[in-house]
């Protein structure tokens, strides 16, 4: 999928939660080299603390609560179509998505997760990391596949976990280059 010369990718950011991979891709996309525009933020979480950033940077915004999968998903397709979405951004987005509706956005899906896949696959990354004394850790950003954190890799960024590191440290040191991490895999797949 590369990027129309002149016009910036109509891309949708799914969260659930703080939302500092979100602020940070507003901030990217509003840079002139930037590959995309944000149009959409998509929350499953009504009070993720992520939604701020709808009203600040004044981006539109829906609450899905997806406990009836089928009928949301459905819901959220037709509002991709409708604002002519053409990517989407999984940024700390703790809900499975379905078969249909990945592969709705085949190859149009891409997520951050906070370990060097194939290692560390679903929750507790770091807390799981630190319990097996790993020497590193780190980010991937990979497409996203029915099977969860198996979609094919874009790019990786790897860490030293320091002996003194924690839950806390590790997890903000992993974000710090996520942050870096999530605009550089945008700018491989789309220019
Ligand atoms: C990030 O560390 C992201 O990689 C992780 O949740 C955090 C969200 O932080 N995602 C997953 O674990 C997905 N399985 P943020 O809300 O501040 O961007």
Do not use: W
């Amino acid at each position: 999928m590369k990027k129309l010369i002149g016009y910036k990718i109509k891309t949708a950011v799914f969260i659930s939660g703080t939302g500092t991979n979100l602020k940070n891709l507003i901030n990217f996309s509003y840079k002139k080299n930037s590959p995309i525009s944000i149009d959409l933020i998509i929350s499953n979480i009504k009070k993720a603390k992520g939604l701020n950033y709808a009203k600040k940077y004044k981006i539109e915004k829906k609450i899905i609560n997806l406990d009836n999968k089928n009928k949301s998903e459905k819901k959220i397709i037709n509002i991709l179509h409708k604002k002519k979405i053409k990517l989407v951004c999984l940024a700390g987005f703790m809900k499975i998505l379905s078969k249909k509706f990945i592969n709705n956005f085949k190859g149009k899906i891409i997520n951050i997760h906070p370990s060097l896949l194939p290692k560390y696959k679903g929750l507790n990354t770091h807390k799981r990391a630190l319990e097996n004394n790993e020497k590193f850790s780190g980010c991937t950003v990979h497409y996203v596949a029915p099977k969860i954190d198996s979609g094919k890799i874009i790019i990786q960024k790897k860490i030293r976990v320091s002996k003194k590191d924690n839950l806390k440290t590790l997890r903000i040191k992993v974000l710090k280059i996520e942050h870096k991490l999530y605009p550089k895999a945008i700018k491989k797949i789309l220019t």
